[in-house]
T-cell receptor, first 112, second 111 residues
Framework: DSGVTQTPKHLITATGQRVTLRCSPR?????VYWYQQSLDQGLQFLIH???????AKGNILERFSAQQFPDLHSELNLSSLELGDSALYFC???????????FGPGTRLTVL | GQQVMQIPQYQHVQEGEDFTTYCNSS?????IQWYKQRPGGHPVFLIQ?????EVKKQKRLTFQFGEAKKNSSLHITATQTTDVGTYFC???????????FGAGTRLTVKP
């Protein structure tokens, strides 16, 4: 158990819908990262928040947005969902900006 | 696109054979990390290298950081079936101001 929690574990929805994925970092970790992992693919970096502020953006679509709240939990919002958005979404947290990342168990999103 | 390149993408070995995965960056890295993701699991941190030319060992795993801090390797001696998974490197660079993961090397081990 990494100490990072993600909800929900599984999500099945239809094209065109909007979903919100939630991540709670380890206690004390200020950084939250979001990654997308499609079937048999690598980790695509989406976005990084540090202490409530957006730190870096990766290959995140305009239909996707994220935020980190004052209690440091983070949400990833995916809208106008397409079949190709089906993937495993991981969040990870760390203490320093370049430190070890602790990954949550992931949310598996299926878009039908 | 990926700023940290990792090869090979796949590696199939017979149990007992050695395995190596390589990571290369176009920019100098301040550190490099290695992660392992078991099938159906999430990435788990293995190690971090910071110094130029650094070599670290964990039992049968040997990690190296290049002298120019632009490349790294993970070598597993005498693979076992428990080594199965995808190995990712992740580098931090002031150039991209964040951590970037390589595409990963998926290792399968035939008993």
């Amino acid at each position: 158990d990494s100490g990072v929690t993600q909800t929900p574990k599984h999500l099945i929805t239809a094209t065109g819908q909007r979903v919100t994925l939630r991540c709670s970092p380890r206690s004390g970790d200020l950084s939250v990262y979001w990654y997308q992992q499609s079937l048999d693919q690598g980790l695509q970096f989406l976005i990084h928040y540090y202490n409530g502020e957006e730190r870096a953006k990766g290959n995140i679509l305009e239909r996707f947005s994220a935020q980190q709240f004052p209690d440091l939990h983070s949400e990833l919002n995916l809208s106008s969902l397409e079949l190709g958005d089906s993937a495993l979404y991981f969040c990870a947290s760390s203490v320093p900006l370049d430190g070890e990342q602790f990954f949550g168990p992931g949310t598996r999103l299926t878009v039908l | 696109g990926q700023q940290v390149m990792q090869i090979p993408q796949y590696q199939h070995v017979q149990e007992g054979e050695d395995f190596t995965t390589y990571c290369n960056s176009s920019t100098t890295l301040s550190n490099i990390q290695w992660y392992k993701q078991r099938p159906g699991g999430h990435p788990v941190f293995l190690i971090q290298l910071v110094k130029s030319g650094e070599v670290k060992k964990q039992k049968r795993l040997t990690f190296q950081f290049g002298e120019a801090k632009k490349n790294s390797s993970l070598h597993i001696t005498a693979t076992q079936t428990t080594d199965v998974g995808t190995y990712f490197c992740a580098g931090h660079s002031q150039w991209f101001n964040d951590m970037r993961f390589g595409a990963g090397t998926r290792l399968t081990v035939k008993p």
